[in-house]
């Protein structure tokens, strides 16, 4: 994703918004190595995106009926300005089901990047003029067309099932939909431009849950805020502050060390 949602503003839960590990369940290519572009997945690049909740695992349904009543001060405390202004975005929640039970896609950026160097988050980017309404269904285009650039992900494989409340990143002045998504029909994901994307990854909600991967990191800056120790990865920011009002809100959240500090250098 680049919208800068990896910085720390993140959501509630905080004062401010893999290693090494094989193939996941769903398929990347070998470590290091790209998969092929966004053209050899292209699908329905036409059709009108759609939501619904039909035909959803059981497990799934508590995330599906917390997207149906959460407020936005329920997800975080910068919410986009009244004005409307700022820089319309969307992120693609994607929950697959593999050999370790339910799990949630992610991406790692690359570690040559000038900015948030190697830090995990959700596939996702700004709207393009031509996704349309940021209103309607924009958001919902962006998510999986930003999906699909970014890990190969085949897009028909997904079906949307609920829409979160916009968010705001102040630093960034980005305006962040996101967008869940059911992984019915699991295609082959890595990371497509690795100047951009060191890794895709799966990281099971089991592992999420688990105590012993839970923390809150410190910014230098004093920001505290949410983080999980996953897959080789210190997931945390946006992305964190998102899985752990999710994880809340569904009624998977297991009591954690709330005092457990893991600190962010400078370059965070």
Do not use: C, K
Request: glycine letters at 14%; hydrophobic letters at 35%; a negative charge.
């Amino acid at each position: 994703m680049r919208t800068g949602e990896e910085t720390y503003n993140g959501p509630a839960g905080g004062s401010g918004p893999h290693g090494g590990g094989g193939p996941s369940a769903h398929g990347p290519g070998p470590e290091g190595a790209a998969v092929p572009g966004p053209s050899a997945y292209r699908t329905r690049s036409d059709a009108e995106p759609t939501v619904t909740a039909e035909g959803l695992p059981p497990w799934l349904s508590p995330v599906a009926r917390a997207a149906d009543t959460l407020e936005p001060q329920q997800l975080s405390s910068f919410l986009p300005p009244e004005s409307g202004r700022g820089r319309q975005s969307a992120v693609l929640i994607l929950f697959g089901e593999g050999a370790s039970g339910p799990e949630l896609l992610l991406m790692e950026r690359s570690g040559t990047l000038r900015s948030h160097a190697g830090q995990p988050a959700f596939p996702g980017g700004s709207l393009d003029p031509e996704d349309g309404d940021p209103a309607t269904t924009g958001p919902l285009r962006a998510a999986l067309r930003e999906a699909e650039e970014e890990t190969g992900l085949d897009p028909s494989g997904v079906q949307l099932f609920g829409v979160l409340p916009r968010l705001y990143i102040p630093v960034s002045q980005f305006i962040v939909t996101p967008v869940l998504g059911w992984w019915h029909t699991p295609s082959p994901v890595g990371a497509v431009d690795l100047a951009e994307t060191a890794r895709v990854f799966t990281v099971p909600v089991a592992d999420l849950t688990d105590p012993a991967n839970r923390a809150n990191a410190v910014h230098p800056r004093g920001h505290l805020g949410p983080a999980f120790t996953v897959e080789g990865a210190l997931v945390w920011g946006f992305t964190a502050g998102l899985i752990d009002r999710i994880l809340h809100h569904a009624g998977w959240e297991r009591p954690w060390d709330r005092d457990r500090e893991l600190p962010l250098d400078w370059h965070a």
